[in-house]
């Protein structure tokens, strides 16, 4: 019974990835609006674009260990 | 015989594993490549225009230097050095996932002590910067919000050991997973036609050198951009007086 309950934590924590998901998008189509109204920020939007993205998997990534934790600890 | 809440016995002996071992290469490395560039670059002319190594040594501090001004301002030109030594061990440990050895922050001990160094490097900037206001930032709107502020502040810490850690561990994890399944793969395909200790290496090859390009350059590449960005813009934002015209790159400096 324990170990059924840890795969079942364990998949419940992964439920905070559907933020992150939803976030990279919304970050992303934002990036594609400034690109095409200003092609010449092209190249300053795709780095920030990069570190926004990268900032916001944080917290998917906060919810992976959680769920190892879970599993294995 | 009772048993202690806190047992010491294994105290003092020390741990070996595999990214123990992967972060001291990945410090042998750093050092090593530090006195070659200063035995290079002592006996160089600096009349004469670069080559090779040294073009490519002075291009990289460089762009870092520029990199550094531009995100905090002329007057932190000094942290370069800190800035580049943080950028090259990070890349350099997930850079060396590509030969299949462990990654060395895959163990907690390796980001925490790097984010420990960002996280006193802020509030010893903000200390000599504010002096004695620097414990103003804990009532800061009213005197009720102390609880708060003092669980918020070890928020920079948290975020900073945790990118690393996670994206090192998951890459580790899905890594071991392929190699795994994939010899386990080759193995039933390739089983009856050659002898049994070879019969697992043939399938791997093919599929994990593009997972090795995303998991460790790729995310690597990323992950040092992310560090050194946030450890620039918190430490430069502990300034009280910022004034935006020191903000000129060597480049336009000398132009």
Not at chain 1, 38 to 49: D, F, H, I, V, Y
Request: hydrophobic share 50%.
């Amino acid at each position: 019974m324990d170990n059924g309950l840890k795969y079942i934590g364990a998949g419940i924590a992964m439920l905070g990835v559907i933020g992150s998901g939803i976030g990279e998008g919304r970050i992303c189509a934002h990036a594609l609006d400034g690109m095409a109204r200003n092609p010449e920020a092209t190249s300053s939007l795709r780095g920030t674009m990069i570190l926004g993205c990268a900032i916001d998997e944080t917290t998917g990534i906060y919810s992976l260990i959680v769920a190892i934790l879970c599993l294995f600890i | 015989m009772t048993t202690l809440a806190l047992d010491i016995s294994n105290m003092f002996k020390l741990d070996f594993s595999g990214e123990v071992i992967m972060s001291l290469i990945v410090m042998l490395i750093i050092c090593i490549l530090s006195v070659i560039i200063f035995f290079v670059f002592r006996k160089k002319d600096p009349t004469k225009p670069d080559h090779g190594f040294t073009m490519v040594v002075e291009t990289a501090v460089e762009k870092i230097q520029n990199f550094v001004v531009e995100t905090m301002g002329r007057k932190y030109e000094g942290f370069t050095g800190y800035v580049l030594t943080l950028a090259l061990y990070i890349f350099l440990c997930f850079f060396l996932g590509i030969t299949g050895l462990p990654n060395a922050l895959i163990s907690l001990q390796v980001p925490l002590s790097i984010g420990l160094c960002t996280f006193v490097m802020i509030h010893a900037v903000a200390i000599h910067k504010n002096k004695w206001k620097y414990y103003k930032r804990f009532t800061s709107p009213l005197a009720v919000f102390l609880p708060i502020n003092l669980i918020s502040m070890w928020a920079p810490l948290l975020s900073l050991t945790l990118r690393l850690f996670g994206n090192a561990l998951s890459g580790y994890i899905i890594m071991s997973i392929m190699y795994y399944y994939l010899g386990a793969l080759s193995d039933v395909i390739f089983g009856g036609f050659v002898a049994q200790g070879l019969s697992s290496i043939w399938i791997a090859p093919i599929i994990t050198p593009w997972l090795h390009m995303y998991f460790d350059l790729f995310t690597g590449a990323i992950q040092t951009l992310v560090f050194i960005v946030l450890t620039m813009i918190w430490i430069s934002q502990e300034d009280p007086d910022e004034s935006i015209e020191e903000n000129v790159t060597l480049k336009e400096e000398l132009a």
